[in-house]
């Protein structure tokens, strides 16, 4: 919450009478919209707009300034200023005498969210939501704040003091304002540069992953885990959790350097108050540096970023706990924020009845009362309850603290120890769901939806686990038959109640894109590489300029560019778009060339953003840290771009097979695989319930025959007994009937990929299947 202000206004006018409140105020115009976030300002006795021509033109026609109020429908302060300021009739008469009165969701409108963070930030030198921004009629901002309080309070100017001090100066001299206004447009459109050509910049873009690397180093946390911001409270930072997980195969030095820094936060993380120990799932931040109270709200994208992140970490150090958290962050979207009809939604709220984190806290006597001293007492052996922070004067304190575990930051809580208590922490969670719960934004977001594929197809493959890879399935299937419309290419930004609306966003066609494209890694279903590619065509039709920079919005009415300033808390829609881009550079059938040259074009317009500080684009740089995507940004031909990642299993493992037929004779598929030396894969059976058995599929055959070679023993760093494998070339044998019909056209093989030291991401290999021979022959 800011409590700077434009600096050349002067707040000195007494206000007027203040008037009785309203308690029966009828519907405005808002309760016509198909949106929750304005759906809760329905009633205020403000003359609240939707954005839109209607209210623009009004501002124009009647000559005044603009006040826009940006927000969402979880955002605790957004609830604080509609109670406290919008629902007090004295101020609405305010607003609606002066000003031309505009309601924005932020999910909605991420585009008008931008531009209008952008000026408050160049304003303030800070940002939050609410995002409160006044505009001449022309829509150029020359005063922002967040919170205002409903009066003056502690030497900071109450909402009527703002309101009647910018009245005053737009109508005695409104030329000084809109010369400020003009001067702000003017410096919020130099900060979007030319363009660059990238092929001079090639040294610099290969140095930004190491800089960035440095940078998190250097932010890190060394004592708690995550990563400074200045402040006192802390983001999980998923798109640069993501690029310490990307970086981390590439370099030795780097590589250990990077697991060192993904560990200390996912352990800080998974013991903390940010994660919802009974329900599962992540809180938004937390609001101290521990981790220890967080800020309660929970969103979609930020867990299914962490349930990718979390499952794709487990794949390479075996760490339980991360199981865990992958599995219960699976739980928690699955049971909470899945929809009916196929989709997630958006977003739980903080608050319950006014008061932040009333339905999560605890006191030991509540926990007593629910499972016994015994069992309460084995409980908080292991866990520990936070107390909460004091709030303002005026805001309600839940009674009770954050559980979280007793455990040190740098030490891994130990797996077994919580896996055991999950009986108790069920009584709890089925205690605290008799509570009254938090509200929950149903929309769903196209974009958020992707994030949550991709999370679910990601965990699915990491811990074999079918029924996640499903969700993920069902969930792409449904963006595809409601969201995204093949023949046009149109994409809707969001559904509510089965209601589509809006168009796409960059974001939303890039990640959507992104989501096909992981499925068609994970399941070797060639349909989704084949949507991945329409729905990228579909993307640079639209937002593709003449330049070659991409367009973050398809509203051609907008005062400038929507500017992008980093990947966080999730990718933006350029570097979302480059990263989809890029990879299909390197898998499109026939020809991926041309989105490697859109993605040289569109890191062009990026350059001058991305380049003064690397480490604020973990989203992008995941993208370049793999050498074949970053190769696909020079002129090499497509026979030059190798198409797996290092990270993944596929880069050690080949696979080739061929068909082996004779009269009466069963016939025979034999497959050989070659292992990098220095690697191995796991046989079958696979020593482990965990470890990801080597296994061959054939088309249309569910129960196939097929002969596994005896494994060798192998003891691995990460392992205290020796588990079977296979290494160097091995030969599977698959049979059919002999009056089995046409001979399967595809086949594939789950491989994992493990040296000494590590696993790699498992892979579906396509087999390579070469003419059918006859032996007799």
């Known amino acids: 919450m800011n409590k700077l202000l434009f600096p050349c206004l002067l707040l000195a006018l007494a206000l007027p009478p203040v008037l009785a409140e309203d308690t029966a105020q009828p519907a405005n115009r808002l309760a016509n919209s198909p949106n929750p976030y304005l759906l809760q300002h329905a009633h205020n006795p403000v003359d609240w707009y939707p954005w839109g021509e209607e209210a623009l033109a009004k501002a124009k026609h009647e000559n005044k300034p603009i006040f826009i109020s940006v927000g969402y429908s979880t955002c605790y302060w957004c609830h604080v200023a509609e109670r406290e300021i919008y629902a007090k009739p004295e101020i609405a008469k305010l607003m609606n005498q002066w000003f031309v009165n505009i309601k924005i969701d932020r999910e909605e409108r991420p585009d008008l969210d931008r531009i209008y963070m952008l000026a408050t930030q160049t304003l303030t030198n800070g940002g939050g939501w609410p995002n409160n921004v006044f505009l ?129 936060s996912l352990n800080a993380m ?23 109270v967080p800020h309660f709200e929970k969103m979609l994208y930020n867990n299914a970023q962490l349930l990718g992140l979390y499952a ?87 009674e009770g603290g954050v559980l979280r575990l007793r455990l040190h930051a740098k030490q891994p809580p130990d797996a077994a120890q919580i896996a055991a208590l999950e009986p108790l922490r069920e009584r709890l969670l089925q205690a ?36 996640l890879t499903q969700t993920a399935t069902q969930t792409a299937e449904w963006l595809w038959a409601k969201a995204f419309d093949a023949p046009s290419g149109g994409l809707h930004h969001q559904f509510y109640h089965g209601k589509p609306g809006g168009q796409g966003f960059l974001d939303d066609y890039a990640l959507l894109g992104q989501a096909f494209s992981t499925l068609h890694r994970v399941s070797g279903d060639a349909r989704w590489q084949t949507r991945a590619q329409q729905v990228a065509d579909a993307m640079l039709k639209r937002f593709a300029q003449a330049d070659g920079r991409l367009a973050s919005s398809q509203d051609k009415s907008l005062l400038l560019e929507p500017p992008e300033d980093g990947d966080s808390p999730k990718p933006t829609g350029q570097s979302a778009a480059v990263a989809l881009l890029l990879e299909l ?28 500080a690397p480490a604020e684009w973990g989203a992008l740089l995941a993208a370049l840290a793999k050498p074949h995507q970053m190769a696909a940004l020079t002129n090499a031909s497509p026979n030059a771009l190798a198409a797996v990642d290092p990270l993944d299993s596929a880069a ?44 061959l599929r054939l088309e249309r055959q569910a129960d196939l025959s097929v002969d596994y070679p005896q494994g060798k023993a192998f003891k691995g760093e990460f392992s205290r007994d020796s588990i079977s494998v296979y290494d160097g070339t091995v030969v599977l044998q698959a049979r059919l009937p002999a009056k089995a019909g046409a001979l399967p056209g595809k086949a594939s093989v789950d491989v994992q990929a493990c040296n000494a030291q590590n696993c790699l991401a498992p892979a579906v290999l396509e087999v390579a299947l070469d003419p059918v021979s006859d032996p007799a022959k």
Request: no cysteine; proline share 7%; net charge neutral.
């Open 652 to 695: 050690h493992v080949k696979a080739r097979g061929k068909w082996q037929t004779g009269a009466g004779k069963a016939p025979v598929l034999q497959v050989t695989l070659h292992i990098d030396t220095g690697y191995h894969v796991n046989a079958n059976p696979a020593s482990a319930p965990d470890l990801v058995a080597t296994r």
């Open 432 to 467: 605290r769901q008799q509570r009254p719960q938090p509200s929950r934004d149903d929309k769903l977001i196209m974009a958020d939806n992707a994030l949550a594929v991709i999370g679910f197809a990601q965990a699915g493959q990491a811990l074999r686990d079918d029924n």
């Open 136 to 264: 001449t009629p022309d829509q150029k901002p020359f005063f922002a704040g967040s919170y205002f309080p409903p009066a003056d309070h502690d030497g900071q100017p109450g909402f009527p003091r703002v309101l009647e001090t910018l009245h005053k100066a737009w109508e005695t001299d409104p030329a000084k304002v809109q010369a400020k206004a003009d001067w702000l447009y003017e410096l919020l459109r130099d900060y979007q540069s030319a363009s660059v050509d990238i092929a001079s910049r090639q040294q610099a873009i290969r140095q930004w992953v190491k800089q960035a690397m440095q940078q998190a180093a250097g932010d890190f946390d060394e004592l708690q885990g995550g990563f400074t911001g200045g402040g006192t409270t802390k983001f999980p930072n998923e798109p640069k959790l993501g690029l310490l997980l990307a970086a981390y195969p590439y370099d030795k030095a780097q590589g250990e350097r990077a697991l060192r820094l993904l560990e200390g």
């Open 270 to 292: 998974a013991a903390g108050g940010i994660m919802d120990q009974l329900g599962g799932g992540f809180h938004r931040y937390s609001t101290d540096p521990g981790w220890d």
């Open 585 to 612: 550079a390197t898998t499109a059938k026939p020809d991926g060339q041309p989105y490697a040259v859109a993605a040289r074009k569109a890191l062009g317009n990026l350059y001058p953003q991305v380049n003064p």
């Open 312 to 398: 794709r970490a487990y794949a390479i150090t075996r760490q339980p706990l991360y199981k865990q958290v992958a599995q219960r962050t699976a739980a928690y979207l699955t049971r909470e924020m899945q929809a009916p009809g196929g989709g997630f939604y958006s977003a739980q709220d903080a608050a319950v009845n006014g008061v932040e984190g009333a339905s999560y806290v605890w006191t030991t006597a509540q926990l007593e009362a629910t499972l016994g001293a015994e069992d309460s007492q084995r409980f908080l052996s292991v866990y520990d309850i936070s107390p909460m922070p004091e709030l303002p004067a005026g805001h309600e304190q839940p």
